[in-house]
C-alpha cells in the first residue's frame, strides 16, 4: 500500500481535491472529521476533555468558542488538550489503515502535514494550491471570516510557496475543474506505476 499525504493552506480546494480521489476509488483518512467526531455528540474525548477543561464540552460536544478560547495563546493548555486529542486519532488512523489493508493507496488528509512532522510517515505527498486572490476570495466568503482572521490563520500555516517545494505533487485548483480532476488521475497513475516497479 502507498500512503498520500494530502495538504493544503486554507481556502486552497483541499476538501474538493480529497472528494476527487474518492471519487476514484482511493480511501480517504480525514484528520478534521475524524477530530470532530471524536469531540461531537457522544464522542469518546468529552469525558476527558471536560475533565481537563471543566464546563468545555455539552450534549453537543465540545464548544469549540470555549474550548478555543481556554487554549488559545497558553501553550501549557494546548499541550494538555492535544495529549488527550492525537493519541485518539492515531488509533482512529491505525483502525482505518487495518480497514484498507488490502488498497493499493490511500489518502491521509492533514491539513498541518508539515507543520506537524507528518510527511515523514507517508509515501507521497500532495500539496492542493491556489493563487493568493483566488485563496482569499474563498476565505472570506465564509461566514464570520475576516481579513484579520485569515491573516491569524496564515501566520500559522507554513506558507503556500514552502509546502509547493516540498511536495512530491502540486495540485492547482485556480483552474477548470476538469484540469484540477486530470491532475489528481495524474498523481493516482503515478503513485500506481511506482508500485509497479
Known sequence: ?????????IGMGKSAVAAMFADEGVAIFDADTCVRELQGPDGRLLPAIEAAFPGTTGPDGVDRAKLGARVFGDSAALKRLEAIVHPAVGEERAAFLARHADDAMVVFDVPLLFETGGDAHVDVTLVVSADAATQAKRVLARPGMTDERLADILA????????????????????PMDQTRAAVRHVIACVSASQDR
Open 156 to 175: 500559522r500555516q507554513m506558507p503556500d510557496a514552502d509546502k509547493r517545494a516540498r511536495a512530491d505533487f502540486v495540485v492547482q485548483t485556480d483552474c
Open 1 to 9: 500500500m502507498k500512503t498520500i499525504g494530502l495538504t493544503g493552506s
